[in-house]
């Protein structure tokens, strides 16, 4: 079964950028397509970004759409979203999710 941890969050202002991290532990990891999402507390987990198992194939939420860059390396078994221009909307704790497993999440806190 994969085991997932997310890291790479942090404050930063607004208009700054972070990169998000997945390490999956596991051999199959590659095997798996994996999905970022984030959570701001009182509403609903929402996807943000997809990638499929061997990077082919990638696709955005609108928000994350031009600012936010989903990519693997399956060789270190990581998962990665680059994200660029951030709005103080973007404040949420974001989790990673492959083969219905979720990590125990990050928190991104952007600053206007």
């Known amino acids: 079964q994969v085991q997932l941890v997310e890291s790479g969050g942090g404050l930063v202002q607004a208009g700054g950028s972070l990169r998000l991290s997945c390490v999956g532990s596991g051999r199959t990891f590659s095997d798996y397509a994996v999905m970022w999402f984030r959570q701001i507390p009182g509403k609903e987990r929402e996807v943000v970004a997809f990638i499929t198992s061997t990077g082919s194939t990638t696709s955005y939420a609108d928000s994350a759409k031009g600012r936010f860059t989903i990519s693997r390396d399956n060789a270190k078994n990581t998962v990665y979203l680059q994200m660029n221009n951030l709005k103080p909307e973007d404040t949420a704790v974001y989790y990673c999710?492959?083969?219905?497993?979720w990590g125990q999440g990050t928190q991104v806190t952007v600053s206007s």
């Open positions: 999710n492959a083969d219905k497993i």
